[in-house]
């Protein structure tokens, strides 16, 4: 097979701050009346896994050129960056990649994050998501280092599935362990993200559903999505939420219950004789760009307002030109008060092939 190599430095493409803007006492709001709530900050665009779906082997083979070190954002400058946007409203942070775990002593950067207080004098709340293949190892250390909790992806029960989807070899059985090891550390209750592909992984739903079931781990299906332009996306391959739900009431009775919280991303159900709940995460089927409260930190400093951007704003440039928080703060405002982006809620066959950020990059 050919390999196509997409330069990062391409994917990364940026566009320019709008004037910037003196932040209002409250939180801002976009265009579309959200505020600014979560900020997910992609640490590494490097993975051990090839999943299908995120960075297929064909593309992110072994020349891909990764970024280099110096062009990643330190982690003082990635906790310098987090403190503007806590002072901004920002209230929640996940760490994410790429595999978040490979860069190198990322429990050094949980503490730096962990120790931000939002302006009520909470801590922020600090969260992760990873493969899981180095969970085992590192989940005590993240606790210590003042994580609170852990998002593991496992897309399968059974290894040949689980392995054609991450096409890296990885077997089911370690995940599992870094799942419980992250349960046994108090990062819990632990969520499992399962991304779930017509015709790969659709007969491991139910097999899912069974083993987490009563465990206090709470599962999540994904509708796969459109990220990045190397992933092959086509309708066809998506299996709509509702149908999962269909899926599972059938043998485990479901209930619908509220969000924890305006703006929570997976819908929830619980089973309704008590064993816990699962949750459905309906990008594609059921948009909710409406309730979007999430910014997103590129592994090389670029911000971006929406998970299908094709550009963003170059925020590692303001902290490497000496610009005083202040400054980087009234860009956040102008940033955000100019953002529109409702993407999911305009997907069509054609937007679906745009050159997109890929979400190893971005992060998911
Ligand atoms: N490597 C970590 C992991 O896999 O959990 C963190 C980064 S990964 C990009 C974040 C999440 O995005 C994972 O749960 C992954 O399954 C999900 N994801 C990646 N590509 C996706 C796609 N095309 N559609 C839906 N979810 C996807
Ligand atoms: Fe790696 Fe996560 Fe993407 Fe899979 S989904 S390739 S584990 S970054
Ligand atoms: Fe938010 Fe963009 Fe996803 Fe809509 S498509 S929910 S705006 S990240």
Redesign the pocket.
């Known amino acids: 097979m050919t390999e196509r190599v997409i330069a990062l430095v391409d994917a990364g493409r940026h566009k320019p701050l709008p004037p910037p803007v003196k932040p209002v006492a409250g939180p801002t709001r976009d265009r579309l009346g959200r505020t600014l709530r979560d900020l997910r900050i992609s640490v590494t665009d490097r993975?051990n896994?090839r999943?299908v779906?995120?960075m297929p082997k064909e593309v992110f083979g072994k020349d891909y050129p990764y970024l280099a070190h110096d062009q990643l954002l330190s982690f003082e400058e990635i906790a310098r960056l987090a403190k503007v946007f806590v002072a901004h409203g920002v209230e929640k942070i996940r760490l994410?990649?790429?595999?978040?775990l490979l860069r190198k002593n990322v429990e050094r950067l949980v503490e730096m994050l962990a120790a931000i207080t939002l302006p009520s004098g909470e801590r922020v709340e600090l969260t992760l998501?990873?493969?899981?293949s180095l969970l085992a190892k590192k989940a005590r250390a993240l606790k210590d280092a003042g994580l609170r909790r852990v998002?593991?992806?496992l897309?399968a029960l059974d290894d040949p599935t689980f392995m054609a989807m991450n096409d890296a070899d990885f077997p089911v059985a370690k995940v599992l362990a870094g799942i419980e090891a992250a349960d046994a550390a108090g990062l819990a209750p632990v969520k499992v993200?399962m991304?779930v592909k017509r015709g790969v992984n659709e007969h491991s739903i139910l097999p899912m559903a069974r083993r987490f079931k009563g465990t206090g781990h709470v599962l999540r299906f994904?509708?796969?999505?459109?990220?990045?332009a190397t992933?092959g996306?086509c309708m066809d391959d998506v299996i709509a939420s509702r149908e999962i739900i269909r899926m599972i009431d059938a043998e485990m009775p479901l209930e619908p219950i509220d969000p924890n919280y305006h703006g929570e991303v997976a819908e929830r159900w619980r089973y309704r004789d008590g064993s816990g709940e699962i949750g459905v995460i309906s990008?594609v089927t059921q948009a909710f760009c409406r309730s979007c409260t999430r910014a997103r930190i590129s592994t090389e400093g670029m911000l971006y307002t929406c998970l299908f951007a094709t550009s963003g704003y170059d925020f590692r440039a303001l902290l490497r030109e000496g610009k005083s928080d202040a400054e980087i703060r009234a860009a956040i405002a102008a940033v955000w008060g100019a953002r529109d982006d409702r993407y999911s809620e305009i997907r069509t066959a054609e937007t679906a092939k745009e050159r997109k950020i890929e979400?190893?990059y971005i992060?998911?």
Request: proline share 3%; net charge negative.
């Open positions: 993975c896994f999943c779906y995120c994410t990649g790429g595999e978040p998501t990873s493969n899981g998002t593991v992806s897309d993200n991304v994904i509708e796969f999505m459109d990220v990045g992933n996306w990008s979400m190893s992060g998911g």
